[in-house]
């Protein structure tokens, strides 16, 4: 983008029509309200310099808040270099835990909360257990996402696992292979389907009861997906991944094609077509409430290692 010029549309415009009319809570008023002051004389300014074409104008400051899409460029940055920190010089295997469609209706109402963090353990208490089995303590940082590229609920998280860990004797390494899938897949089903369960009992998820238990036997007769691989521009890129998801929300200002005032158009990458860019198109109302709603979900950051990497 050339020197001195902005996005032609931002989130922000699409925002300030509709924010009247959306159910927020205290801290979603709170981040609208400073994304549509952010970049506005609301917030003052200062006049830059380019230090690369000399060029002069006006900039006002920056919200700085974590959802908002024309911030956080410099918090990413930091934070991957802090995760940065603690690799290690061996190979590193990138994990990603989905959950069925019929769990879904658990993370979208009062209580998801509760639901996610029962994801969040179940994944992380998975790695940890399967790798005791054989003797392992791994290093792992894991991270919840809650959406896709086309602003779709689709909670998973995903996780960076060393390749091997403290057995009895030392350092274990493992480069080719971490661990057997079907093992994974399988405990990472009896955790998730167990803690949603205990949930319910205790009155902490708002899905009704009887259709929940059919949701839940519902998933316990599918083959969970769980995605197991080595990342071959090394572990520094799953970071640099990772941090885009921590200090922003679901979509970004230069993902925008266009928006009418009803319906906006943005573009997303396609993962199961060669990751082909494409265009997807939704109402006003529904994308505000899906592109502002899915903050952030550093809430959710896990880091295990012990003595190994990363922060116990």
């Not at 006002?60 to 940055?77: F, K, T, V």
């Not at 835990?97 to 208490?125: K, N, Q, Y």
Request: net charge positive; charged share 25%; proline share 4%.
């Amino acid at each position: 983008m050339p020197c001195g010029e902005r996005a032609a549309l931002a989130v922000a415009d699409v925002l300030r029509d509709h924010v009247a009319s959306l159910r927020l809570s205290s801290e979603q008023a709170k981040a609208a309200a400073h994304i549509l002051a952010c970049r506005t004389g609301r917030l003052g300014g200062h006049l830059a310099v380019c230090d690369r074409c000399g060029h002069k104008h006006f900039a006002y400051h920056s919200c700085r808040d974590r959802h908002c899409p024309r911030c956080g460029s410099l918090d990413q940055a930091l934070w991957a270099e802090a995760q940065s920190q603690h690799l290690l010089p061996l190979s590193y295997f990138h994990l990603v835990f989905t959950i069925p469609a019929s769990l879904r209706p658990f993370f979208l109402r009062e209580g998801r909360v509760h639901a996610f963090e029962a994801l969040f353990a179940a994944s992380s208490e998975t790695i940890l257990e399967v790798a005791a089995r054989r003797g392992l303590r791994p290093g792992v940082l894991a991270l919840l996402h809650t959406w896709t590229q086309k602003i779709e609920d689709h909670p998973h998280t995903h996780c960076l696992v060393t390749g091997g860990g403290l057995g009895q004797d030392g350092f274990i390494s493992r480069n080719r292979y971490l661990f057997p899938i079907e093992a994974l897949r399988y405990v990472f089903k009896i955790k998730l389907l167990q803690k949603l369960r205990g949930l319910l009992k205790e009155g902490k998820l708002s899905v009704a009861r009887y259709s929940a238990y059919q949701l839940l036997r519902d998933a316990d007769s599918r083959t969970w997906n769980v995605d197991v691989r080595r990342p071959l521009a090394g572990p520094e890129q799953v970071i640099k991944y990772f941090a885009r998801y921590t200090r922003r929300i679901a979509i970004s200002d230069r993902r925008l094609v266009s928006y009418d005032g009803n319906t906006v158009v943005f573009r997303y990458r396609d993962r199961r077509n060669g990751n082909r860019v494409k265009t997807h198109k939704l109402e006003d109302a529904t994308w505000v409430n899906g592109a502002e709603v899915k903050g952030a979900p550093s809430l959710y950051e896990f880091t295990q290692g012990g003595a190994l990497t990363f922060n116990y």
